[in-house]
């Protein structure tokens, strides 16, 4: 059974810092390319950060690049979101996504196995 488990979502003040994981259990092989995505009530699912099997540079968000670090520990088969200067505008649900299909990473239709998710709140 393919599992994708997020934690270390949780609520802090603007500028503050989170780190997120993402545990994948079940195959190796939806470990291809994953990535983490956001989502707020009422807007799309968007994707913020991604990395990919066997190297090659990650991919952010124009809104996150620069402060936030994505990486991954082959040996826990985890992956990370490391987030510094929040903002209140970070505020979502983050969700772990795992199984790249090819697509362009942005698209939700680029992976097929999604986690749980974990809320971040940047609030005063």
């Known amino acids: 059974q393919v599992q994708l488990t997020e934690s270390g979502g949780g609520s802090v003040p603007p500028g503050g810092s989170l780190r997120l994981s993402c545990v994948a259990s079940?195959?190796?092989?939806?470990?291809?390319?994953m990535a983490w995505f956001r989502q707020v009530p009422g807007k799309e699912r968007e994707g913020v950060a991604s990395?990919?099997?066997?190297?090659?540079?990650?991919a952010y968000a124009p809104s996150v690049k620069g402060r936030f670090i994505i990486s991954q520990d082959d040996a826990k088969n985890t992956i990370y979101l490391q987030m510094n200067s929040l903002k209140p505008e970070d505020t979502a649900m983050y969700y772990c996504a795992a199984n790249w299909l090819g697509y362009t990473w942005t698209s939700t239709k680029a992976f097929s196995r999604w986690g749980q998710g974990t809320q971040v709140t940047v609030s005063s």
């Open positions: 079940g195959a190796t092989a939806i470990r291809n390319g």
């Open positions: 990395i990919y099997a066997g190297g090659g540079t990650p």
